[in-house]
């Protein structure tokens, strides 16, 4: 089975741009849950644009879905992965002024680095999720500093379908196949995740490595119009048809 793991950030991003207790993330994963979601992603920002530490504490006291944590590689985060211990961490590049995440982890560039972050929270317990590109290096070096997981970038791949340059996402949709490939066969367990939406989702979820996928922004938008029951219900519908 395909797994789906529901991004709840921007449940919080809402909430916080009138600075009222609503929308209510814990009420949001609760929701997720009951439409079949098999596990919950929360981004806890330096900058705490969104989720924040509060949100971090209810879904650890309250949740029953496994909780992925996704955070830079930062001492102050490392810090909080520690204390909670959630189901998994998701290791994110982070740059303040971006609107959205950019790009994959430079795990090949910054391996000593990664490593020496990583192993503590492997050793609490902690499932440790790369998000990175598809290169062959960024997956081979992902493999030597002992992750669990690998979640493959699918931001390009999305934008350009949205744009219409066809020959160049059919190549994107190839690179990430060959990606996933490479990275089961190193056995690392294999997500993808960012800008998926129902148009898009079914070729992602057709590669027989990818174990989960990960989608929040689009979930919460169309939920404005069919709530976020019903909208998780078909991304699930649509991820189990390409599968099949």
């Not at 990664?114 to 290096?137: K, Q, Y």
Request: with cysteine; glycine share 8%.
């Amino acid at each position: 089975m395909l797994r789906l793991g529901v991004n709840i950030d921007h449940v919080a991003t809402i909430r916080n741009a009138r600075g009222t207790p609503w929308p209510d993330p814990m009420r949001a994963a609760r929701i997720a849950e009951k439409a079949g979601a098999d596990g919950i992603t929360a981004h806890l920002r330096e900058d705490r644009r969104h989720i924040s530490d509060a949100d971090i504490d209810a879904l650890m006291a309250g949740l029953d879905l496994p909780l992925n944590f996704e955070m830079a590689a930062t001492p102050e985060m490392q810090q909080i992965a520690l204390r909670h211990r959630p189901h998994a961490v998701c290791i994110v590049p982070e740059k303040r002024e971006e609107r959205t995440t950019e790009g994959g982890l430079d795990v090949a560039g910054n391996e000593a680095m990664l490593a020496e972050f990583i192993a503590p929270l492997r050793d609490a317990g902690c499932r440790v999720s790369l998000f990175i590109g598809h290169e062959p290096d960024q997956i081979r070096a992902s493999a030597r500093i002992g992750a669990a997981v690998v979640e493959l970038h699918t931001g390009a791949y999305c934008d350009l379908d949205t744009e219409g340059r066809h020959a160049e996402r059919d190549a994107e949709l190839e690179a990430l196949r060959k990606g996933a490939e490479l990275a089961d066969s190193l056995g690392l367990e294999v997500h993808a995740g960012h800008g998926l939406t129902y148009d898009t989702v079914a070729p992602i979820a057709a590669i027989p490595q990818i174990k989960e996928l990960n989608i929040g922004h689009f979930l919460i938008a169309e939920s404005v119009f069919t709530g976020l029951d019903g909208a998780i219900r078909e991304m699930h519908r649509r991820m189990a048809a390409a599968r099949a």
